[in-house]
């Protein structure tokens, strides 16, 4: 790779683009907010070369099967720069290691807004684009460009797809490259890569059927695309959705919308054959109870069984009644100790400090908890934690935050009717260093009548933080009926945590076994369910 990136910086220079023009700009290593996805790309040997601790990063877009990494940015003025980049020369501290992605910059390689090609684009903002957007010179550029990315580099580009960019109106479009669409895409079978961008798009499939279970909702499978290689595909009016891990691919959901489900799941099977070859391990997964007979009629069998809980909502906001002694007592105990604690949508600002306490959970949690299993439940809750915290405002997710000490005396909002006037003042307060000791999330479901309580993290050294966030969290979904708990991940300890909630029901869901599948692939094991099922939980330090 060496000798190609090496190619890379002499496409630029006969360009006439020279470290000089960037150490002069102030728009490189700069950006608007610690989550904007054009901070660079480091594969993993990449930062190991430039000396960047993997745990002070945050994984990249797209990075399943090899994740590399972006680094979290640290605050300059009304932005943010890039730790490898020094605040008063402005040299870059590693311009000689650096990576592939800033190498090409201001080529930007990027999926298009549905996800089923990968685009060599220009970004304009970049002066020197903007000033010779049109030049022979650079044009010559891109084609050199284009030519390594689908040559020299078409491995590297595979093996770490974080590179590549959600879509992005403001990036002129250059070239299409064909090998980086069939490896990461995996267009010769038909598929699309699931980016955040291709949500509008889907979105129709999400709604055609009402459903409370939250492993049909586009976010909460979104949400796994650093742990797989998430694609997508429309057969017979019916969203297929599937993920591939280690070269094993399975639906992630059943097929979505009111299409031909028959003819889709025949589709289904031969792409999943095609892809798994003699390993088997064809499944489908979060099959709820109404399509069983459809599956059973084309020889799917089930494999594993889980529940979700739903919860009348109205009930966990008016906390009546003796079984609920407890978490009143809670949030009457932190209520005492914080009296003036702010809650308030959480916002890109909050990235760092959200980040930080996700860290310190995971440590905590760690230390406390040994066994390999749950370490690696822990890891996968992570991963999701970090791509909720980086994307919650592209996926239209409802977040908020618990500042329980700095809060004191700011007026509290518990309404959408306040929410940019609280979040202005949490932006304030986080440039000077307020604290957060919790963050939540979640989302409306397909059935209308269900709120999904997806993620919290709630720092314990505050007694009652975490009852007081999930009531709060309640009073913002008031307006849904139901609330939905997710499942249990099979703990005994946290079935018993949601049944405490007094759920008014509990709504199963399926792992089917496609036909003639390898006997080695269990859909009771699967890596998948079993990471979710964690990040369902309650989680606190």
């Not at 906001?317 to 105990?333: F, P, Q, S, T």
């Amino acid at each position: 790779m060496v000798n190609a990136a090496s190619a890379v910086d002499e496409v630029w220079r006969r360009a006439g683009l020279s470290s000089g023009h960037c150490l002069a700009c102030d728009v490189c290593c700069r950006f608007a907010s610690p989550t904007a996805c054009f901070i660079p790309f480091f594969t993993a040997a990449e930062a190991a070369d430039c000396g960047l601790p993997i745990a002070d990063c945050q994984l990249a877009e797209g990075g399943s099967p090899s994740p590399g990494v972006r680094p979290v940015v640290g605050p300059d003025g009304v932005g943010w720069r890039c730790p490898c980049r020094r605040a008063e020369s402005q040299e870059c501290t590693v311009y000689e290691r650096r990576p592939l992605d800033c190498r090409l910059y201001p080529f930007v390689l990027m999926f298009d807004a549905a996800g089923s090609q990968v685009w060599l684009g220009l970004d304009e903002v970049c002066p020197f684009a903007r000033q010779h957007h049109a030049d022979s010179v650079l044009l010559a550029a891109a084609d050199g460009a284009a030519k390594l990315l689908d040559g020299p580099l078409a491995d590297t580009i595979a093996a770490s797809p974080g590179i590549i960019s959600r879509f992005h109106g403001h990036i002129r479009p250059l070239r299409v490259l064909p090998e980086a669409t069939r490896r990461v895409c995996r267009s010769h079978l038909g598929l699309a890569r699931l980016v955040s961008t291709s949500y509008p798009l889907l979105e129709p499939f999400f709604t055609a059927r009402p459903t409370c279970l939250t492993g049909h909702a586009f976010p909460a499978i979104y949400l796994w695309a650093d742990l797989f290689n998430l694609h997508w595909r429309v057969e017979a009016d019916c969203l297929l959705l599937f993920a591939e891990s280690d070269g094993v691919s399975f639906l992630i959901a059943p097929p979505l919308g009111r299409g031909d489900l028959p003819k889709a799941l025949r589709a289904a099977a031969a792409i999943m054959a095609a892809i798994n070859g003699p390993r088997g391990g064809a499944r489908a997964q979060e099959v709820d109870e109404p399509l069983l007979p459809a599956f059973a009629a084309e020889g799917w069998q089930v494999g594993h069984r889980a529940q979700e809980y739903i919860c009348d909502t109205a009930s966990l906001i008016k906390l009546r009644g003796r079984h609920h002694d407890g978490r009143r007592h809670d949030i009457r105990r932190f209520e005492k100790l914080c009296p003036g604690a702010l809650w308030r949508p959480y916002t890109p600002t909050d990235f760092p400090q959200c980040v930080a306490l996700l860290r310190r959970w995971q440590a905590e949690r760690a230390a406390a908890h040994p066994d390999p299993f749950y370490r690696g439940q822990l890891d996968a809750a992570t991963h999701l934690h970090l791509r909720t915290l980086r994307e919650a405002e592209s996926l239209r997710l409802w977040g908020f935050v618990a500042e329980p000490e700095r809060g004191r005396g700011q007026e509290d909002s518990t309404t959408r009717t306040t929410t940019s006037t609280s979040s202005e003042i949490g932006n304030r307060k986080s440039e000077i260093g307020n604290p957060i000791a919790a963050y939540t999330f979640g989302f409306p479901l397909a059935d209308g009548q269900t709120f999904a309580d997806f993620l919290e993290v709630a720092d314990l050294s505050y007694p009652g933080l975490a009852a007081w966030t999930f009531c709060r969290f309640c009073r913002e979904a008031r307006d849904w009926p139901f609330l939905n708990l997710g499942t249990d991940s099979e703990l005994p300890s946290l079935a018993r945590a949601k049944l405490a909630c007094r759920p008014a029901r509990i709504v199963p869901s399926y792992i089917l076994n496609a036909p003639q599948r390898a006997p080695s692939c269990r859909g009771g094991e699967s890596p998948f369910r079993k990471g979710k099922s964690l990040a369902h939980a309650h989680c606190a330090l």
